[in-house]
């Protein structure tokens, strides 16, 4: 504080603009020590606190202490109260480890023989086509894509034209079976008529029966 009052200032004016005031305090709590209730107290470059750092283990559901470390007078002090699984210190690092591994020698043996037939197949069948390109047979089973193309196309128009053929066949059934049906109305028609001139001529009878009679 003496270097802030050498120059006319106090921590009530400090502002955080105000780099000179903060180099000051800066290097006060650098230049601190002094012995506390929990040992010494002095603070690092980054304003932290340089104390001992304690050490412990969970070692049945509780934590023991195994050791101090100073960080100012670099010394560790070890009481070998620790426990390892297996009585064993564990590996700080991951063990990379080089192992060759290979394909078992039936399912070697089984693909090796299937890969060497299909070659043999196929190395069988271009020696085929090139002895005996020249005949029929083997001209005709070279098929062009676009032969291909056009027998369906020729199928899909095959099929289009006999779906209209039946279409055209539908229609005309319709046409007969609604002729049918007026002929039957016209047959109907007839029917009643010549029960209305059946009825008539039992009407005249009846009368010429009457004057008859009269």
Known sequence: MERLHRHGKSLKNFTYTDK???DGIYSAINSTQFLGVSGHVAFSSQGDRIALTQIEQ???GKYVKLGYYDTQADNLTWMNEER???G???QDRTIVRRELRTVSLPLFICMW???CLGILCAIGLI???ILYRHRRQVERGKVDRG?????RLERHVD???RLGRHVDQDLRLGRHVDQGLRLGRHVDQGLRLERHEDQGLRLERHEDQGLRLG
Request: glycine residues 8%; negative net charge; aromatic residues 8%.
């Open 113 to 115: 023989t299937v890969s």
């Open 159 to 161: 099929q289009g034209l």
């Open 58 to 60: 969970m070692i049945d």
């Open 20 to 22: 000179e005031t903060a």
């Open 127 to 129: 020696v085929f086509n």
């Open 88 to 90: 064993k210190v564990p």
């Open 84 to 86: 390892w699984i297996g």
């Open 147 to 151: 032969e291909v193309d056009k027998l």
